[in-house]
């Protein structure tokens, strides 16, 4: 109590010493009115005056009382200079903002454990070695059947869980006409048990609803869904949606902090996996292991144990797969099986922005530090015109500590003001950034959380930031000797020694942050300026799906309506669309020689596919109508020299070689010109087009499930006609719907996205990092002039040319900013390689990036020095001498 | 709690006593109380008195209160808390001990 009321007291001074003084005046009046002489009262009292500082003294505690004369000192300092200290409290607050946001990212990505019991238990299971497509590469999916084998021999030492790929599906609560998009997720039926979550509406899944294929059409819904779809209705239990062929019915809603183990994604729906139509099927892998390992069990030997198993199971498998050639078998078989700690969960999006974020939280900690330094600077020049007042200070028996805690706290209020405008820069910029993550209708969703972790990561990077901007000036500070600045000055040169240091410094992390930057920025022009081989304007794609399947003559139909359509110029249709991101493949042979270790990649399209997607022909015809699958194909230019030797390919034959050994003969009609079929970052592949109409063995016409209407149309904007059209198809035939209406332009942007948002924010810190910079620069310059300028006085006044006054000013940050481009640049060179992965035909070395940090940085020296040195120049040596 | 002298020590005590017999009391007129009811042997001085007050304010033996009094002027009374009246207790027994022990030394020599 008392203590608390001594505290107190210090954030109530003023009113104490007023308290004080009205009850001494009180004291006099009633002297008086004792009919004490009022001159002999008041000199009574004169003493307890002189020991009102006593009295108070007593009520407060003295350090603290200190602090508080600090803070307002400080806040004074601090208002005094305002342009730069809100210059100072900006770029703090920009840098320290930024570099929470990153930490938000980072952690809610990659480093907070799963909200399950024991996260650190968790393990991944997947492939690494050379794949069916002949590619090196590590695989994450598996086949149920495999599973099975798996689960059942490490049974008690381990749990294995199956988790499918989240998929954005079409689900419809009512009608068909009412179809939406959910993430879709199969999930083991132990998985909930296992993970330790607990209903919060219903039941979940147990083992009992994953026994049998096709046996529990039941579905836990997540929290957030249940939230966000249904308003937290609790009577949503019972209700049903169709999905895929089934209709499941929705028996719980999950915990709220479950969200699924996909960081990056939050699960909408889960169904237990035996209702996956492929969970029998030993050739079809679709989902990711997840496995619980208890504490008693070595990871090593059950890796091993998994290992044995699958490896059996995959050569029992390809034994039976007559059509793959012998050199992809080996491949496939000598995989290796990791089983990898997976505490925060698997997901595409953890490894794709793995090192994305990585670098970009690099980038921001290296404007932060440039920022830093450039507050070092300003707090070490505003401590040189303080040196008297510190002297002073020493002089009269202040401690050094006392004066390192004034320095200190100048810098806290500093440095706590910025972090405040920060915490409010990294709660809208987080989830900015995650929304510049945005692949057409899907765009990704990350739960950030802004508790402790992150609370706790700015306050210590706050508390940092204090001490490596303040520390240094704040000793420098207090080492004054009286005695030297009583003499006119101390050293100069140690203190602008510290300054080009910073300097130095600065250049080499703004170096290297242009460098990084210019080398994103050249990536994404690459590839955004990468010819297609196609052209995406004015395109719209239907992605159009039918329950049941349909005949191709109904497709067609649907067609000919759309064309009809005002502001139609073009109809054509195709599996899916190009750059999608999905592939159809297969081996090739040709004159009944061996499957090809290559694949050679397909798709169906319609007569006219390329005429609308402006795919230059370049030989033979295009499809007709009347075209069957079974017989003619185009294919692009890579095939054709690929496989067909080059010379004049029209009217060759080769053979679609499956893998359970079935040979399907094709004929070339036509051969187009090289288009990116699934991603425009890997190698041009051999694409072969075929026409949709497809006879089995009993020259039945096969029916399709879904096809992807390509409308060309009159106006630039073609989302415009989206809505209309989308009414259109299902107004054809009420089995047809829309599941996706979106652009190719908007497709061929997505295979961009990291790129994108690489480019844009390393563009922005890059900008921030040279202004920063370029001010550092100005300041230390303009202070040094002021510093000198008695001494460029002296010197015109001796005849000192124009260009040695430039010269002595410039001499000293040069060398500093050529060390710091240097140290920069071989910083840059040496990192480069952790970011290759992130680079497209882009290296550190060529002259190109290279000239993007040399010449914006000696823009920037030039422009930051011109102020400065004009000034030297205007110093008058007359004036400058009569002053001295 | 701050090391007390001997003569500060009475200081208190002989507020506190004060205010026990006397709640509601202001500075002047315990200044007043302590010469009347010595008959003007003992004398506080204002520079000993108000800081006495205040430190005794702190450690929570007495509490403040401004009043407003009749001729308008405020003022700020002192009374005593339960923890003084349990100083006042150890004060009074201390000084007890302490005024015999120099008697017993005064009769001895």
Not at chain 1, 105 to 115: E, G, H, K
Not at chain 1, 395 to 424: C, K, P, T
Request: hydrophobic share 45%.
């Amino acid at each position: 109590m008392a203590l608390w009321s001594r505290i107190s007291n210090v954030f109530r001074g003023e009113r104490l010493n007023r308290d004080i003084e009205e009850e001494f005046e009180a004291h006099v009046a009633e002297a008086i009115a004792q009919g004490r002489d009022p001159e002999e009262a008041r000199h009574a009292l004169g003493a307890a005056v002189r020991r009102q500082q006593e009295s108070h003294d007593a009520r407060v505690v003295g350090w603290l009382d200190s602090l508080r004369a600090d803070l307002v000192f400080g806040w004074r300092q601090l208002k005094r200079n305002k342009v730069t200290s809100i210059a100072a409290i900006l770029s703090l607050a920009l840098a320290i903002g930024a570099c929470t946001s990153a930490f938000r990212l980072i952690d809610a990505l990659l480093w907070r454990s799963l909200p399950v019991d024991h996260p650190e238990r968790l393990y991944a299971l997947s492939r690494q070695g050379i794949g069916f497509n002949g590619q090196f590469g590590s695989y994450d999916s598996w086949a149920y059947p495999d599973f099975q084998l798996m689960r059942a021999t490490v049974k008690g030492q381990a749990k294995l869980i199956a988790i499918s790929y989240a998929d954005r599906a079409d689900i419809t609560f009512k009608t068909d006409q009412e179809m939406e998009k959910a993430n879709v997720q199969h999930v083991s039926g132990w998985m909930f048990p296992d993970f330790g979550i607990q209903p919060a509406l219903g039941r979940l899944f147990t083992e009992n609803d994953d026994l049998k294929p096709g046996a529990a059409p039941y579905a836990v819904l997540s929290y957030d869904y249940w939230s966000r779809r249904f308003g937290r209705d609790p009577n949503v239990v019972g209700q049903t949606f169709h999905f895929g062929d089934g209709i499941y019915q929705i028996i719980g809603v999950s915990e709220k902090k479950f969200t699924g183990t996909e960081p990056g994604t939050i699960i909408d729906i889960f169904i237990p996996t035996m209702m996956n139509p492929r969970v029998t099927r030993q050739d079809s892998t679709w989902f990711r292991m997840l496995i619980v390992v208890p504490p008693g069990t070595a990871v090593e030997p059950l890796r091993a144990k998994l290992a044995a198993v699958t490896h059996a199971f995959e050569a029992k498998r390809l034994s039976g797969e007559t059509g793959l050639s012998p050199e992809t078998l080996k491949n496939v078989l000598n995989n290796e099986t990791l089983l990898k700690p997976a505490p925060t969960g698997v997901s595409w999006m953890q490894e794709e922005y793995n090192r994305a974020l990585g670098a970009l939280g690099v980038l921001v900690l290296m404007v932060l530090l440039i920022a830093c330094a450039n507050v070092a600077n300003l707090m070490t020049a505003q401590a040189a015109a303080r040196a008297r007042e510190m002297a002073l200070r020493v002089s009269i028996g202040a401690g050094r500590w006392r004066l390192v805690q004034m320095v200190l706290v100048e810098s806290a209020l500093l440095a706590f003001l910025a972090a405040a405008s920060a915490a409010l820069f990294a709660w809208w910029s987080a989830p900015l950034v995650v929304s510049m993550i945005n692949p057409p209708d899907n765009p990704a969703r990350l739960i950030l959380p802004a508790d402790w972790r992150v609370l706790g990561f700015g306050i210590g990077l706050t508390l940092v930031v204090v001490l490596l901007f303040g520390l240094l000036p704040a000793l420098r500070a207090s080492s004054v000797r009286p005695v030297s600045i009583l003499k006119g000055g101390d050293d100069p040169h140690s203190r602008q020694r510290l300054m080009h240091g910073m300097i130095a410094l600065q250049v080499a992390f703004c170096f290297f942050v242009l460098l990084i930057a210019g080398l994103f920025v050249t990536t994404f022009k690459r590839l955004s300026n990468k010819p297609t081989g196609f052209s995406a304007e004015r395109i719209l794609l239907l992605e159009t799906t039918s329950r049941p399947a349909q005949s191709p003559i109904y497709w067609d139909q649907a067609a000919d309506h759309l064309r009809s359509i005002p502001g139609v110029e073009r109809v054509s249709q195709a599996s899916w669309p190009l750059l999608k991101g999905v592939g159809w493949n297969d081996s090739i042979s040709v004159n009944g020689g061996p499957p090809s270790v290559d694949l050679a990649y397909f798709l169906n399209v319609s007569p006219g596919f390329l005429e609308t997607m402006r795919i230059a022909l370049i030989g033979g015809r295009d499809f007709r109508d009347g075209d069957l699958y079974n017989n003619t194909a185009i294919v692009n230019e890579t095939f054709a020299r690929r496989f067909l030797n080059d010379d004049n390919p029209v009217g060759k034959a080769f053979e679609i070689a499956s893998d359970d050994g079935k040979r399907q003969p094709m004929q070339v009609v036509g051969v187009m010109r090289d288009a990116y079929y699934r991603d425009i970052r890997e190698p041009m592949l051999p694409v072969v087009f075929v026409p949709f109409l497809h006879k089995d063995e009993k020259d039945q016409m096969l029916p399709e499930k879904e096809e992807t209407f390509v409308v060309l149309t009159a106006a630039a904007n073609p989302m415009a006609m989206a809505s209309t059209l989308r009414q259109e198809v299902s107004r054809v035939r009420p089995e047809f719907h829309v599941s996706n209406a979106r652009t190719q332009v908007e497709l061929d942007q997505a295979q961009m996205i990291r790129e994108r948002l690489l480019a844009t924010l390393a563009f922005f810190f890059g900008a921030v990092a040279l202004l920063l910079a370029g001010v550092g620069l100005y300041g230390v310059l303009n202070y040094s002039v002021l510093q000198q300028q008695r001494e460029i006085g002296i010197r015109m006044a001796l005849g000192a040319q124009v260009g040695d006054v430039a010269r002595r000013v410039m001499t000293g940050i040069s060398v500093a900013v050529g060390i710091g481009a240097v140290a920069g640049l071989a910083l840059g060179l040496a990192s480069v390689r952790y970011i290759e992965s992130l680079l497209y035909e882009v290296k550190a070395t060529d002259a190109g990036v290279l000239a993007i940090p040399c010449l914006t940085i000696l823009l920037a020296v030039v422009v930051a020095a011109v102020p400065p040195v004009l000034r030297a120049l205007r110093i008058d040596p007359v004036a400058m001498l009569r002053v001295e | 709690m701050p090391k007390t002298d001997s003569l500060q020590g009475s200081l208190d005590l002989l507020v506190l006593k004060i205010l026990s017999r006397r709640p509601r009391l202001h500075g002047y007129a315990i200044m007043s109380a302590i010469g009347e009811m010595s008959d003007d042997v003992l004398r506080a001085e204002e520079g000993s008195l108000y800081p006495a007050l205040h430190r005794m304010e702190e450690s929570g033996w007495i509490r403040a209160e401004w009043v407003t009094k009749d001729t308008g002027r405020r003022a700020r009374i002192y009374e005593l808390t339960a923890a003084g009246k349990k100083q006042l207790a150890a004060e009074e027994s201390r000084w007890v001990t302490v005024t015999s022990a120099v008697n017993r030394i005064l009769r001895t020599v």
